[in-house]
């Protein structure tokens, strides 16, 4: 009995992990990381955005004297449509601001990965399914990270 319990609780584990992974929207990029984030962060300001932050998480890694591969993550927002979220529902201060990894995969591809709003706040009560916001978020993110993608940002 105790093994089958263990057996369910890791294949719902399982279950939860590709759910996840199906919610991230993967962008190819033609540059390297740094190019790639440079662009980014340019296209996030000229959309007049704001830039919160921006993490190297391979340079985190090599101060902790570990090896991993070019990984920088963007958090960034528009506080007018980032609060209209968190008044219909004050979790969604949990996921925002936005945030996008800029990445290299193991054969030295690199993308921009960001998790999809509509999955991502889709679980908060407050925050309805077909909220104007959404789409708006989702068009942004999209916007952003093909500008940031191509060779001419």
Do not use: C, W
Not at 77 to 101: E, S, Y
Not at 113 to 124: K, S, T, V
């Amino acid at each position: 009995m105790k093994q089958l319990i263990t057996a369910a609780i890791f294949a719902l584990m399982g279950s939860m992990v590709s759910a996840n992974e199906e919610s991230v929207t993967h962008v190819e990029a033609v540059g390297d990381v740094a190019e790639t984030m440079s662009g980014l962060q340019k296209a996030v300001n000229e959309a007049g955005a704001t830039v919160f932050a921006m993490v190297d998480h391979a340079e985190g890694a090599e101060r902790a004297g570990m090896d991993l591969a070019p990984a920088q993550l963007l958090i960034f927002g528009n506080p007018k449509m980032g609060t209209q979220v968190m008044q219909d529902d004050i979790l969604a201060g949990l996921h925002l601001p936005m945030k996008v990894l800029v990445y290299e995969d193991e054969g030295g591809q690199v993308y921009l990965a960001y998790e999809d709003p509509a999955i991502m706040l889709g679980n908060l009560s407050g925050v309805a399914p077909g909220a104007t916001y959404i789409a708006e978020m989702r068009a942004a993110l999209s916007k952003l990270t093909n500008k940031a993608a191509s060779a001419d940002h």
